[in-house]
């Protein structure tokens, strides 16, 4: 029976005596498959709870965690949903009447598809124990935010929690209208506070930069980056105000130490939820993006956690830039540390790696200038020996790093991951050479990697193999290259046509024995 006890995932040892920690999932819309893996992080570092909140959007992980789901599994669910299944119309003729419209649309995909698919079963969230979970909704009748334990929430609250205005109804429960509480609260920190929390651990995915963007709907998502961001700063001053006290010798919801703050949020604002209902970025990039975020903090951070002021969520500006997923797979085999003879294995044995690689350029005309400028990586490994889509931590991606060979030119990809709480690092090379006959498709398909048991090239060498691109991958890889946060068709041209004079002209320069036509060699 799904009523029965269970302890979630990420909850403390009957023996740990360490500091109470809240995991706080902020709101996001579709966007927040980007926390699960930052929940895969932290849990997977060690960390865990003993309270969990959810706003919005963040209620979806909470419910994930609460049913029961391993951080690897929400990833694996999030992967595979049909983000479309979030969208569900209402019956054409209410179109017609778009003066007295409810909402766009109604809850029913998510209800009947994304719910199911993502494993959320309220009898399993209001059966788990060893935690305290706290759902966030509005009370429109009050114009409040209402507090939900985890114990009692049912799957109109559910609902209730993520019905942004406007897109989705309000749910109605006896005589009260409930909504979204994102216009409100989009992180809960006091509930945190109240219930003992000594360590806050955010999880941030509403946008903070200072770009002001042009047309109603991203206004509209300013709106609500206004409101939520500004609760946030709201609730940081009173627990400002709290820590002091506690300071001055004061207890404070039994709390005789100052209360400790971390937040994980992306660099960059994260893409709105139409880029990622048209396909312009997956979940797996969102997944792959939270974990390495949240590894990168992990490595990072001060034990003294963050100070409770604004600036804990800003980020940097979009500027124009360019995107695009690389996919390769190919024999490799461990205890080899010879490529070529990896490679030879590998196939032979059946035993292939493949790597799916986002490379996100943030700023395109700096990338195309300056040589030291890297791009944003993420992406997942995946090999049969350690397991499926497993998330990078870290990586360096330089396209066309020069050698002291001025005939030589490399594109290089170096990888951390881990596996079993051990540390391995992937270093893939295309050697770019103008040898005998026309070789160029081959040498840019082609990537020989060697895989290290340690953080870097230092560790020692257990594995190696030969990556290529077929035909499929290089089709997937030119039609999904965007150029990113330009809104001028000519704009997007003249950046493509930039970025194709840099990468064919180091092509050329390379190569302009073998491209000149009266000198191909076959």
């Not at 799904?2 to 709101?27: Q, T």
Request: charged share 20%; with cysteine; glycine share 8%.
């Amino acid at each position: 029976m799904n009523n029965l006890p269970h302890k979630p995932y990420g909850i403390p040892e009957p023996a740990y005596s360490g500091p109470k920690r809240s995991l706080i999932l902020a709101g996001g819309g579709m966007r927040v498959a980007y926390q699960a893996g930052v929940i895969r992080a932290l849990i997977e570092s060690g960390l865990c709870f003993t309270h969990a909140d959810g706003t919005s959007g963040g209620t979806i992980n909470l419910a994930m965690l609460l049913s029961g789901l391993s951080p690897i599994q929400m990833c694996d669910r999030w992967r595979t949903l049909n983000v479309k299944d979030f969208v569900s119309f209402v019956p054409p003729e209410q179109y017609l009447k778009a003066w007295n419209l409810l909402a766009m649309g109604d809850a029913d995909g998510i209800i009947d598809h994304v719910f199911p698919h993502l494993g959320i079963d309220v009898e399993k969230i209001n059966a788990a124990v060893g935690i305290q979970g706290t759902f966030n909704v509005c009370n429109f009748n009050h114009k409040t935010n209402e507090v939900i334990p985890h114990d009692r929430i049912d799957l109109d609250l559910l609902v209730a929690g993520i019905s942004l205005p406007i897109f989705m109804p309000p749910v109605k429960k006896g005589n009260y209208l409930y909504t979204d509480s994102v216009w409100i609260k989009d992180a809960n920190l006091m509930e945190a506070v109240r219930r003992g929390a000594e360590e806050l651990w955010v999880v941030w995915c509403i946008g903070n930069s200072s770009e002001y963007q042009t047309g109603i709907f991203h206004q509209y998502v300013q709106m609500i980056e206004l409101s939520a961001n500004g609760a946030l700063f709201e609730e940081c001053d009173r627990i400002n105000e709290i820590n002091q006290r506690i300071l001055q010798g004061e207890t404070v919801y039994g709390h005789t130490k100052p209360i400790k703050l971390h937040l994980i949020k992306p660099a960059y604002p994260l893409p709105l939820d139409p880029d990622y209902y048209l396909g312009n970025i997956d979940g797996a990039t969102l997944i792959d993006m939270g974990y390495a975020d949240a590894k990168q903090y992990l490595q990072t951070m001060s034990l003294e956690g963050l100070p409770f002021q604004p600036d804990i969520t800003q980020m940097q500006d979009n500027l124009p830039g360019m995107t695009f997923i690389e996919r390769m797979a190919g024999g490799f085999v461990l205890d080899e540390t010879d490529p070529i003879k990896g490679a030879a294995q590998g196939k032979a044995d059946n035993s292939l790696l493949s790597i799916q690689l986002t490379i996100n350029i943030h700023d395109l005309k700096r990338f195309l200038s300056d040589a030291n400028f890297t791009a944003s990586v993420t992406g997942c490994i995946s090999f049969p020996a350690f397991g499926e889509n497993i998330p990078i931590k870290s990586s360096v991606f330089n396209l066309f790093a020069s050698t002291n060979n001025s005939q030589y030119k490399y594109i290089v990809y170096e990888l951390a991951f881990e596996h079993a709480s051990q540390d391995y690092y992937l270093v893939g090379n295309k050697e770019l050479h103008d040898d005998l006959g026309f070789d160029m498709w081959k040498d840019i398909t082609t990537v020989y990697i060697c895989l290290y048991q340690g953080t870097d090239r230092q560790s020692p060498i257990i594995g190696s193999g030969i990556l290529t691109l077929d035909v499929g991958d290089i089709g997937k890889l030119v039609s999904g290259l965007q150029i990113t946060n330009v809104k001028s068709l000519t704009e997007k041209a003249t950046l493509l046509a930039e970025f194709g004079r840099f990468f064919w002209g180091n092509i050329w320069e390379t190569y302009q024995s073998s491209l000149r036509s009266d000198n191909f060699r076959f």
